[in-house]
């Protein structure tokens, strides 16, 4: 059976707010549902609070008219993140004042209020759930949509898997990362395979080891087909560990709610090509798509790849001089990874098969 995603687009009829994306998501949220399921509860919700210069984070307006829904509907809500207090969230108009809401470390002042479940997949052991979402009744995960270094897309699994968790958590899913292995007993420092690299993504560190920045490389293998020494090899290991250590914690962390107490919002606009992590914000890729919400991560997810659509870009969303590959999503042809990976691996954790029905709510 197809799950419903609520979709609102850009399209507007006349100059008036009612007809614009903020308003729609109020419209959303009324024929969601969710109002019904808050009441006298305890509301987390997950946003990026960004850092740095970027500013393509979710724009405060949206995040007032969801907390002010929640309050309206009888429950209680905090808006949360992990690094909150270092990466200044007020410098993005994300205060008590302007949101209506309270913006708290999800782990607490010094990162260590966890609940921690163990979990075996390869190097990736240890689930840390910040402790403020765990003791949450109720979890609604606000996710910006973009595109991400390491594994393609940055939506709703990316926002709850890297955001809801401890540094320790993170490290571990990061250190599945992989697709290429050095032999320094055959290199012969020559630097072809840096200067073969597009994306500035191979550097050579102080001690003189080859390292490879997974957020930039595309697995291109250029730098593996120019080394005279062989010294560049495939791994075992892929970046397809890497989406699977996300489905895996995403699905911990969400085995904490009720599959009734948690909610999806998907806001796609801004789409950039890397993480609001970076603390920048680069030109779109693509024009702005507009608003999703659902009760099923796994459409949701699968409903906005879906709109992204590589026909539709922008170049200047693409840095010079990279070329794009020639198939696949687009998030693909930039990042050399599938995006739609992570879903396969949701769907092996039990979220079912993606499939969706667009209710369109103007
Ligand atoms: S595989 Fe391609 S992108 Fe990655 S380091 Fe090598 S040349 Fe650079
Ligand atoms: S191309 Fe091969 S031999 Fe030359 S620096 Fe790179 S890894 Fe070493």
Redesign the pocket.
Known sequence: MSAKVLFSNMAYAAYDANETLPCKLGRQLAASGLGDKVKDKTVAIKIHVGSEVGYSTIPPVFMRILAQFVKDHGGNCFFTDHYVAARRPEHRGYTQESLGAPVLEASGYLGKYIYTKEVDFKTFKHVDIAGLIHDADFFIDFAHVKGHGCCAYGGAVKNISMGCVSDRTRREQHSLEG??KWDSSKCTHCEA?IG???????TFNDKGDYE???H?????????K?CPAGA?TLTDSSYLDFQQGLALCTKTVLDTFEPGNRFFINLLINITAMCDCWGMTTPSLVPDIGLMSSWDLMAIEKASLDQIKWEKLINEGVPEGITLGGKGHLFERLH?KDPYAQLTFLEKYGFGRGDYELEMIK
């Open positions: 697709g290429l395979c073969a690299c597009n994306h500035k993504a191979n490879v920045n997974f930039n490389c595309t697995l291109c293998q250029h730098c593996l120019v560049i050399g």
